[in-house]
């Protein structure tokens, strides 16, 4: 997939180091065990709104770029947060060293993007797919920011409760 994706030959000695560099910490953190909590939601979801036979290839292409994108959302947030333990294992960080792990927790955002490309849908539905995505990173994002730089102490006590909903709210998209 890298090959084509960066229309390179397989046998390319950069395609070699980028899955070493990208896939493999990836596939570390996305073969753990994991409710799939996210990827049942779309699953659901599709059933509930789709009035026809739903698209499989589709819903299972949704359902992988949620599992992607949070992810490499964890992978992001256990750097900053300093955490050392991910799914029962060592964080992404811990065992590949920071810049690795921040580049994988990167591409996941970007994979999973492709996902959604590759997910057979029609321009329109890919367009809407795209905007959601795009709100919903851009809301994580924001309550990341405020959830690694706000302390109580910093803000008055009336707007604690405030800023924790908001944070709480933007972080889970």
């Not at 992810?71 to 750097?79: E, K, M, N, T």
């Not at 580049?103 to 590759?118: D, E, H, I, K, P």
Request: charged content about 25%; glycine content about 6%.
């Amino acid at each position: 997939i890298l090959a084509k994706i960066i229309r390179a030959r397989e046998d390319a000695p950069f395609v070699d180091l980028l899955r070493e560099t990208l896939v493999m910490p990836a596939g570390d953190l996305m073969d753990r065990p994991s409710k799939r909590i996210r990827a049942e939601l779309v699953a659901l979801g599709a059933r509930l709104i789709c009035r026809e036979e739903a698209n499989q290839v589709a819903i299972n292409a949704c359902a992988a770029a949620v599992e992607l994108l949070h992810a490499g959302s964890l992978i992001v947030d256990d750097i900053q947060d300093g955490s050392e333990v991910r799914r029962g294992g060592p964080s992404i960080h811990t065992r590949y060293g920071v810049a690795k792990a921040l580049c994988t927790g990167n591409w996941l955002y970007f994979w999973a993007m492709r996902m959604v490309r590759q997910a057979g849908v029609s321009p329109e539905i890919e367009l809407a797919l795209y905007n959601q995505y795009q709100d919903a990173v851009e809301k994580a994002h924001f309550g990341q920011a405020l959830d690694v730089s706000v302390h109580a102490n910093q803000i008055g006590r009336s707007d604690i409760v405030s800023v924790a909903r908001a944070i709480l709210e933007l972080k889970t998209g």
